[in-house]
């Protein structure tokens, strides 16, 4: 399900010197008045425009075979990446991973891409995922939940492998209302950002009035990431085939029910029959 996210409108006002005094001061011009004026251009915000961010978020834990002990049996990844492995940098700051209270220091701040932390261990638990964006993208966070999972759901009994993990993710969209000026300016071409078109006519932002030159920055995309070969596909395509499927094979079950009430419907009515011809058994869970 998409995360709709719209920054918030701040308003300020002038603060009095309490001197009672009607008349007018000149104060010096300090930085502090241009700084205001690039973050009111920045914080302009784009009526009726949404920019959508797709994302990943999932983990990828390894059985460590011989080397496992007692408590440290599985190495583990949990991360936040692009559903296209592109560097998610120009949209968020940070992200912030709570892990059990078992682990030395639980909170974990990755405060740069590749978003991510590997640890160790032995158990299963819920990941709470906190992502932060940047100033001019949004002031909300988003809060998510992950199940780190060790053992294949599919089989526990089946014996393990060193070389296959166990991969668990989840796709979601992040979808930004009213974006600001800054904000579109920097993302308009980036592979990973699904951004509207506008009118030709409009005027973007100058680029030096951008609150971080995050292209400055190291690449984070996790196309040649060591896990990337088992990242999953995630694609609308895919999707839509998914639900195609699944459209496809409930409209069989609904013709399958239909004939056999057909055939329900066809078949002469007998008379009820007297108690004293069967007994009822106590009723059960019945099984395919």
Known sequence: MPHNLAGRKQSGGDQSDGSGSAAKTHRPKSG??????????????LKDVEISVPI???????????????????????????????????????VVFQLHASFN???????????????????????????????DVSDKQLDLLHHLRLYPEDDSSAPQSTKKPVVIESYDEIVFCEPSEAFFSRVQNHPAVSVPR??????????????????????????????????LNFSEADELLKLAAARQQV?????????????????????????DQFHLKPTGSLSQ
């Open 251 to 275: 409209q069989a079950h609904i013709g399958k029910l239909r004939r056999q009430l057909t055939l329900t419907d066809g078949q002469p009515q007998h008379s009820k029959p007297s108690p």
């Open 198 to 231: 506008l009118p030709a006519s409009f005027n973007f932002p100058p680029s030096g009035l951008l609150i971080e030159n995050v292209h400055e920055r190291k690449r984070g995309d996790t196309k040649d990431h060591p896990l990337s070969q088992w990242f």
């Open 32 to 45: 502090k008045t241009s700084e205001e004026n690039d973050k009111k251009i920045l914080n302009k915000k």
């Open 56 to 94: 990943v978020y999932g983990t990828i834990a390894f059985w460590l075979g011989k080397k496992a002990t007692e408590y440290h049996s599985h190495k583990w990844t949990v991360y936040v990446r692009s559903a296209t492995n592109e560097d998610l940098g120009a949209v968020i700051k940070r």
């Open 105 to 135: 220091n639980p909170t974990r701040i990755v405060d740069s891409p590749p978003f991510e932390l590997s640890e160790s261990g032995w158990g299963e638990f819920e990941i709470a995922i906190s992502i932060f964006f940047h100033a």
